[in-house]
């Protein structure tokens, strides 16, 4: 079965860039229609798209964090990655990494989630 891990720093300062990664197992995140996102959740709010990184190594973001936000992957790690830049303290949330089979739209696979908190 595919799982999800998140990693990276828990705490970044402000307008410093927030950088997390992924690691897949149980999955090649190359194979066919499969779609890996980064989505967050921040204090007291709902969950937030952030993108996607597509099979095919197209990415995808939200119209309100594409000038910040890009992911990457590292096939040879079956990683992908997540940098979001010029981060302020409402870049403060719970950070997931999910996986859709076959579907942009629907997360088939989580991460257990990651906090990260921006603070001077």
């Known amino acids: 079965q595919v799982q999800l891990q998140e990693s990276g720093p828990g705490l970044v300062k402000p307008s410093q860039t927030l950088s997390l990664t992924c690691t897949v197992s149980?999955?090649?995140?190359?194979?066919?229609?499969?779609?890996w996102n980064w989505i967050r959740q921040p204090p007291g709010k709902g969950l937030e798209w952030i993108g996607y990184?597509?099979?095919?190594?197209?990415?995808k973001y939200s119209p309100s964090l594409k000038s910040r936000a890009s992911i990457s992957r590292d096939t040879s790690k079956n990683q992908f990655t997540l940098q979001l830049s010029s981060v302020t303290p409402e870049d403060t949330a719970v950070y997931y990494c999910a996986g859709g089979k076959n579907s942009a739209y629907e997360y088939h696979y989580w991460g257990q989630g990651t906090q990260v908190t921006v603070s001077s």
């Open positions: 149980g999955g090649s995140i190359t194979t066919n229609a499969n779609y």
């Open positions: 990184i597509a099979y095919s190594d197209i990415t």
